[in-house]
């Protein structure tokens, strides 16, 4: 008897490949604030057919000319824009770095395009999608516009909305001493993410009031 082929990622969801995304910025105005830095992570099938987060990217980045940057932001982050140790990226190159391996992720996969994940996803892509706008770019591999937003799947399977409180629901760690820098967001978002498409998974054959019972 032939063993059963290995799950594919573009059967799952739609011919998406979903890549977690998150962006410190210097506001909350993706026209007028500054992408400051960037990380992304693609989520990868393993031999058991489970989701499991992949290898992060990211990159510093140059304010773009022009930007505005709230002061109240970089206290959040603790960005500091003066030190040469940030190895800031211009908007393109830093796209570039983003997005080359993202595009080799969706063609190892057989999937025709990424979508985005993240928390709060529309402000990441809002991000994004102005950053590429601002240079022009033509081989953004994101769906402009469908995302994954984990505040609502964390709102479902676990009752939480707020990314620390979600992570932990899901029996996860969280330091929040590392918070607020993109990697770290990326890591534990698509850590989420993976626990919730899992969950839902293994208890698919269940009943619709016990699939999410923590």
């Known amino acids: 008897m032939e063993s059963p082929a290995p799950p594919r990622m573009a059967d799952r969801f739609r ?4 890549v977690v ?8 105005d993706c026209n007028r604030h500054a992408l400051l830095e960037i990380a992304a992570a693609p989520i990868e099938l393993d031999a058991a057919g489970d989701f499991v987060p992949g290898e992060v ?27 040469a140790l940030r190895g800031a990226l211009p908007e393109r190159a830093a796209l570039d770095h983003i ?6 992720a969706v063609r190892r996969h057989g999937c025709q395009r990424a ?6 996803a529309h402000f990441d892509l809002g991000f994004l999608n102005a950053a590429v706008a601002r240079v022009g770019h033509k081989r953004n591999p994101f769906h402009p516009f469908s995302t994954f ?12 909305t707020v990314l ?9 760690a969280w330091d929040g001493g590392q918070a607020h820098s993109a990697v770290y967001d990326v890591e534990r978002t698509a850590e989420l993410f993976c626990a919730i498409v899992n969950r839902w998974r293994r208890c698919a054959g269940q009943d619709q009031g016990s699939r999410f019972q923590v």
């Open 164 to 172: 620390s409180r979600a992570v932990q629901a899901a029996g996860l």
């Open 99 to 104: 997005f080359a391996p993202v595009r080799a």
């Open 21 to 28: 995304v998150d962006v410190e910025t210097g506001g909350f």
């Open 149 to 160: 937003d984990t505040v609502t799947l964390a709102g479902m399977a676990y009752g939480q």
């Open 15 to 18: 011919g998406f490949l979903p």
């Open 115 to 120: 979508i985005l994940v993240g928390h709060n």
């Open 57 to 83: 990217v990211s990159a510093h980045v140059e304010p773009f000319p022009g930007a505005e940057i709230d002061p109240r932001s970089l206290e959040i982050t603790g960005i500091r824009l003066d030190t």
